[in-house]
Nanobody
C-alpha cells in the first residue's frame, strides 16, 4: 500500500515562503492524483491544490497565484511551493494520494505563519 510522507513544514513570517515535499513510500503506480490539503484547528480539511498523473493542476481560490504544485516523476515526489504566506495559511498540511476508490493520507506537517 502506497503511503505519502510529508516534510518541509515550519514557522515562517508573513510574506515568507516554504516548500512542502510529499514522497511516496511504496509502489506509486496506483496513484491517480496527488493533492495537498490543510486543516486549521476547529475547521474541516480542505483541498489546497491537486495534480493529476498527467500533470493537470487545480488550486483553491485563496492560494491561486501564491502556491504552486509540481511533481518529479523520477523521484516519485510532489512539491507544494508556498509564497507570500499569510497568517490564515496556518494549518496542518496533508498530502493525499488519490487511489481507486479511496485516498491514502500522510501524517501531516504543521505550517505556522506568524511574526
Amino acid at each position: 500500500q502506497v503511503q505519502p510522507v510529508e516534510s518541509g513544514g515550519g514557522l515562517v513570517q508573513p510574506g515568507g515562503s516554504l516548500r512542502l515535499t510529499c514522497a511516496a513510500s511504496g509502489d506509486s503506480r496506483s496513484i491517480i492524483s496527488t493533492g495537498w490539503y490543510r486543516q486549521a484547528p476547529g475547521k474541516r480539511r480542505d483541498v489546497v491544490a491537486i495534480i493529476s498523473s498527467g500533470g493537470i493542476t487545480n488550486y483553491a481560490d485563496d492560494v491561486k497565484g501564491r502556491f504552486t504544485i509540481s511533481r518529479d516523476n523520477a523521484k516519485n515526489t510532489v512539491y507544494l511551493q508556498m509564497n507570500s504566506l499569510k497568517p490564515e495559511d496556518t494549518a496542518v498540511y496533508y498530502c493525499g494520494f488519490g487511489l481507486s476508490g479511496r485516498v491514502s493520507w500522510g501524517q501531516g506537517t504543521q505550517v505556522t505563519v506568524s511574526s
